[in-house]
């Protein structure tokens, strides 16, 4: 059973900017904070933002100034804005609940800063 499905990555240059959507379940989206996470090849997944259910946000300090994650509970779904994009800001982009949980990972969406 699909519980999230990400979409609105890309291809952007250095500078850009995106916005991530990231659609739940309602078992996963109203009772769980949520975060967003992203791999790149060879390394963890690791933990770029998350969200509480009153909206109560924390960020990577690699990301901290330049992304903004939101949640829509009308519509159960996470978002990531993205800004002054970087090389090493590429990746595949996944969301889950946070703390995440196995069985929750969806496919991700790729990212790619580049010229």
């Known amino acids: 059973q699909v519980q999230v499905v990400e979409s609105g990555g890309g291809l952007v240059q250095p500078g850009g900017s995106l916005t991530l959507s990231c659609a739940a379940s309602g078992r996963v989206f109203n009772f769980n904070a949520m975060g967003w996470y992203r791999q790149t090849p060879g390394k963890e997944r690791e933990l770029v933002a998350s969200i509480t259910i009153r909206g109560n946000a924390n960020y990577a300090d690699s990301v901290k100034g330049r992304f903004t994650i939101s949640r829509d509970g009308a519509k159960n779904t996470v978002y990531l804005q993205m800004n002054s994009l970087k090389p090493e800001d590429t990746a595949v982009y996944y969301c889950?609940?946070?703390?995440?949980?196995?069985?929750?990972w969806g496919q991700g969406t790729q990212v790619t800063v580049s010229s």
């Open positions: 889950n609940r946070f703390p995440s949980r196995a069985d929750y």
